[in-house]
């Protein structure tokens, strides 16, 4: 059975930066003073949730499909663009918090990593299928 390694690596890396992304949001509503369940009433506060939930709208579309080209390509270059995702989301959210015309970067960086990805595996798959017919 191959290892993927890597990719449990960079998985539990992404999962350590939507956590970070989770701990700016509490730290935003410290200095903001506005309390859960509030949302709004700070810009700050309002695109620190913002980037902090787009993570997560973000995530599923990064985690499966760098599982699957790890699985059916490679572990290696998986984690590698993987570990590209997770910048590009660094990005995004400083970016984001700082002006919302800065997230551009980070999004590009982040959906072209998921593209690669989701693209890479899909590829892979229909070739396999029809190369075996399973």
Request: charge should be positive; charged fraction near 10%; proline fraction near 4%.
């Amino acid at each position: 059975m191959p290892s993927h390694a890597y990719v449990a690596i960079v998985t539990l890396l992404a999962l350590l930066t939507y956590f970070w992304m989770g701990l700016q949001v509490g730290r935003a509503r410290g200095k903001s003073g506005i309390q859960a369940p509030a949302m709004t009433g700070d810009p700050v506060l309002e695109r620190t949730i913002r980037a902090h939930y787009n993570t997560l709208e973000w995530l599923p579309l990064f985690l499966v499909p760098m599982w699957l080209f790890a699985i059916y390509w490679n572990d290696l270059i998986a984690a590698g663009v993987g570990l590209v995702w997770i910048l590009g989301r660094i990005v995004y959210q400083l970016g984001y918090v700082a002006d919302p015309k800065k997230r551009e970067l980070g999004f590009l960086i982040q959906a072209l990593a998921v593209a690669v990805l989701l693209f890479g595996s899909l590829g892979r798959l229909v070739y396999v299928v029809a190369v075996t017919g399973a």
